[in-house]
Structures are given as C-alpha cells and as structure tokens.
C-alpha cells in the first residue's frame, strides 16, 4: 500500500512538472501597482515631527546647510544630522502623508502632502514648526508608478479615503493579460491626465520641486504649479502653466526651467518668473528620464522596459547651445539608469542595480569612465561642494571628490 502511494505521489509531482514547463511560454514575471490609501481624517492631520523610525522605501534627497532630508515615499522625510560626514546621524522624522518632495530656502521647508502644500520653520531643526497648510493647491499630483506593468485599482472608497499612491509587488502573470493591459488599463491614463544661493538646499535630478529667487515651482503630471515665496510664511498660489503629459522632474539653469517628462525634454524660459513661457523641447519617444544641464549640454538618463514605453535604457546628451533647437550629440547605451549629476568636468549615473557610474565628461563624444561602484542598489545623487550624496536602497553614501575619482567617506543604513 504505501508503495502504491508513493508510486502515486511520484506521478502527481511529475504531472505538476510537466504542466509548470508546459507554462513557462505563457507566463512571466510583471511589476503589479496597488493603491495605498488613507483615511480623510487621518490625512488631514497627518503632519507631525516624532522621533527618528526606520525608514520603509528610500526616496529622494536633499541637502541643505549641515542636514540632509531623505524621502520614505508617501509617509514624510528624514532628518539627517551631517556635520560630520564621516558619522552622519539621523535626528528626526517629518511624517507628511502623501509625501515625495520637498524644498527650503531661509529655514523654511516646503513639502507636498498630495495635493497640499506644507510650510514648515526649520530654523530650531531640533524644534519643527508647522506655520501653514495650503489646501488644492497641487492639483494633479498623484505619482504614478511608470514602472508597472499592471494596476490593481479596485476597492478604494473614494467617499472616506485618500489615495497616497502605489506599492509595487512581483506577480507572475499571463503573457496574454500583459498583451491586452493597454486596452484594460486605458481608464488609468484617462484619469492621470484628467544656479542656488547659500539660503536655498539643494535637490536631485527626480526633484519636482525647484526654488529659484522669489519663486516655488512644482510640477505634477500635467503643470508647473507656481507659488511666490517672497513672504516666505504664507506663499501665494499663483496660475498654473500647462506643460504637457507625464511631467516627471524638474530642473534650473540660468533664465531656464528643464523638464523632464515621459516624451521629452521641454525647456521653459522664466525671466518673468510668474509666466513661464515655453521655449523649445527635445523628443526621444518614449522613457523614464531626469535631465541636468552644465554649459551647453543637457545630460538625460532614460529607463526603459516598462510603462514608459521603450525597450531600451541609456544615457542622451544633448547640445542646448542654441537654447530654441536643442539636439542630440551623442548617446551612451546604460542598464536601467535613474538620477544623475555633474560636478565639474565629473558626471555621475545612477544606473539602478548596476551600481554608481562616474565619467570624466571634458569631451562628451567620448566619455572617461573614472570609477564605477558595483554591488549597490543606486537612485539619485546631489553633487554638492565638497561631497557626493547617494541615496540607493535604504542607505545614504557620502562619497569625497578626487583628482580623478571619488572615494567612499560614509554610509548611513537608513532601515
């Protein structure tokens, strides 16, 4: 008998076997989108500075004076203690539902609480003082997750709950579901489409807020939102500038707003600051991009081999000498990039898993790779005077610049 039900048992495992090949042509592995969502009482009083917690997903990065702030996506920022770069130490956390970026200038922060605008006096950091909230001033500011091959949007009560954004998990799934998704998924892009002072910190390339002078722009999927902070308390929302699909980051240089978007590259001149007015724009398809410029060049990563729609992921640099026909010199082929940086004639990439990539860029048609930091997860860099900051999965490096390289100075685990 018991052989009997071995026998049994060894033919049902092989059956499973068989039918687990058989399947291997109709299944693989998809990035699936799920909504996180908060109460409405919960958000609206859901700003608060409490002790140091560890963080849950790294996001971006900010430097200002002796601190540095890191985003945990959709729950608030870190508040890091960097007056000794070799010992970095974190102090404090602003729990801001809902919230990615942030901005400060005089020792006050502003922060995105979804479609909310938070201003916080950091003068006394060990002493956060909420001084204002401005309420459907951010108006299309929902984060979509261009990553995702899949959106599970059923069962948010929309009546008594707030939509924060979207937590991503691996599921295998049919090739066949992932072919037809486009027509399924349609009624989701219907509805998403329904140079610094010492007072001003410093952002990453994925930043979506940016400070320049008297002014707060923000951007979302669809607008520069714009604000005057000239009394730094209390900021006047002012005309929204339409500027396309999939707005993603933003960047300043000189008279010029640089925006990053799914499409493209639009640039936008502000010599009146309060009117943006388009200048020209550089379209490479379809990707995931952040852009930076130095001199006469605009250095864009592009991720792809998800939903923003392109297969293939590099490194374009583009001649802006002529600020109205911007066009591309050359291009560098790269693993599944995301932020990036320049320091002088220094370049720094972000390339996802593939590590941090750092490139002499004195003649562009012909990049130096000067080191390369394997073995780490990367997101985004702020090149600042003296130091490099890194934020990569769950941890904060601080690198020294070198004649012809960089040097690790410091990790913080942020978990």
């Known amino acids: 008998m018991k052989k009997r039900f071995l026998l049994l048992l060894f033919v049902v495992s092989l059956g ?53 702030f890191v985003n945990d996506k959709y729950r608030g920022v870190h508040v890091i203690d960097n007056s000794d770069p070799n010992a970095p130490k974190k102090i404090s956390f602003i729990k801001i539902a809902g919230n990615v970026d942030i901005s400060i200038k005089d020792d006050y922060l502003y922060a995105d609480s979804l479609m909310d605008l938070i201003v916080l006096d950091i003068s006394d950091v060990n002493n956060i003082k909420i001084v ?19 959106y599970e949007y059923d069962g948010v009560d929309y009546e008594n709950e707030v939509l924060l954004g979207w937590e991503t998990v691996t599921e ?7 072919e037809e ?38 951007v979302d999927s669809h607008n520069i939102n714009i604000f005057n902070i000239q009394n730094l308390e209390d900021p006047k929302d002012l005309e929204d500038v339409y500027a396309g699909f999939d707005i993603e980051t933003i960047f300043s240089k000189d008279q010029y707003l640089f925006l990053g978007s799914m499409r493209g590259m639009y640039i936008y001149d502000i010599s009146s600051p309060a009117t ?33 729609g392109a297969t293939e992921s590099g490194l374009f640099i583009v001649d802006i000498s002529d600020i109205t026909n911007p066009e591309l010199t050359v291009s560098y082929p790269m693993d599944g990039p995301y932020g990036l940086g320049v320091k002088d004639e220094k370049l720094f990439v972000c390339d996802g898993d593939s590590g941090l990539k ?28 003296n130091s490099l900051l890194m934020v990569g999965e769950d941890v904060l490096y601080q690198y020294e610049y070198l004649d012809n390289e960089i040097k690790l100075l410091s990790t913080l685990q942020l978990d």
């Open 16 to 68: 499973l076997v068989s039918c687990e090949k058989s399947d291997d042509g109709k299944y693989a592995d998809y990035l699936v989108a799920r909504p996180l969502t908060i109460s409405k009482t919960e958000f609206k009083n859901g700003v608060d500075i409490i002790a140091p917690l560890p963080i849950q997903e790294s996001g971006k990065i900010y430097a200002y004076q002796d601190y540095i």
């Open 132 to 150: 204002n909230r401005l309420e459907n001033v951010l108006r299309d500011n929902i984060v979509w997750p261009a990553d995702a091959d899949f």
């Open 172 to 178: 295998r799934r049919l090739i066949s579901e992932y």
């Open 181 to 218: 998704r486009f027509t399924r998924d349609g009624e989701i892009f219907a509805l998403a489409e329904a140079a610094n002072d010492a007072s001003v910190g410093q952002g990453g390339s994925l930043a979506r807020f940016k400070i320049v002078g008297d002014f707060l722009y923000a």
């Open 276 to 308: 943006p007015i388009f200048v020209s724009e550089f379209q490479h398809g379809t990707a995931c991009d952040p852009v930076v410029v130095d001199g006469d060049y605009a250095f864009v990563t592009l991720r792809g081999g998800n939903w923003c």
């Open 358 to 385: 750092v490139y002499d860029k004195t003649d562009v048609e012909d990049l130096v790779a000067l080191n390369h930091f394997k073995d780490i997860n990367t997101f985004d860099v702020i090149p600042l005077e």
